[in-house]
Structures are given as C-alpha cells and as structure tokens.
C-alpha cells in the first residue's frame, strides 16, 4: 500500500521555525517529484515547494521564497520541509505529495499519491 505520512507540524509563534517531514511507506521516493502543499480554511490547496526526484529541480513559491527549503533524504524515504520566519499567513493544513511527472510542478492535479496533512498554526 502507498502511503505519505506528514509529520512535524503544531503552533508556533511568528517569526519561529519548523521542520515537517513526509515519510513514504510502500514505495521509493527516488523515482518521485514530491511537493508540499497547504490549504487554509476557505481557500484553495496552494503549492508551496517541489523538488524533482533527482533534486536538481525546486520549485518555489513567491510567497515562500527566502523563508522556506525543501530536502529529501532517500536513504531514509522522506522529504523535509524546513520553514523559517513563519508568519501568520503560513497557517494550514500541510500536504506532501508525490508524482512520478518529472517536471516540479505546484499545480495539486500533477500528483497522484497525497498524505493526510500536519496542522501548522503560527500565532502569538
């Protein structure tokens, strides 16, 4: 069974940091472009960050830019999103997803397998 497990999130004050993990269960994350997306209550599932499976593609967001890296790690089946500088706007529910679309894309219908999500609450 494919599985994306996120993990990492909770409340945070403005101007804090986090590190949300995706772990993937029943397949290998190599042959995979992952992306992280969020979705705050009333809005639209937005993209955040990709990463090609290769890694020599990110795909950033403007309103994530200078703030927000993305990492993986296959040797351990995950991928990281570190988030830096959070504001208020950064709160939502976050998603990792994967594809095996070559391109980094942040566009939610490019990718085929999606985890749960992690709340982020950044607030003081």
């Known amino acids: 069974q494919l599985q994306l497990v996120e993990s990492g999130g909770g409340l945070v004050q403005p101007g804090g940091s986090l590190r949300l993990s995706c772990a993937a269960s029943?397949?290998?994350?190599?042959?995979?472009?992952i992306g992280w997306f969020r979705q705050a209550p009333g809005k639209e599932r937005e993209g955040v960050l990709c990463i090609s499976s290769s890694g020599s593609s990110i795909n950033y967001a403007d309103t994530v830019k200078g703030r927000f890296t993305i990492s993986r790690d296959n040797a351990k089946n995950t991928v990281y999103l570190q988030m830096n500088n959070l504001k208020p706007e950064d709160t939502a529910a976050y998603y990792c997803a994967a594809t095996k679309f070559g391109l980094c894309v942040l566009s939610p219908p490019r990718y085929d397998y999606w985890g749960q999500g992690t709340q982020v609450i950044v607030s003081s």
């Open positions: 029943g397949f290998t994350l190599d042959y995979y472009t």
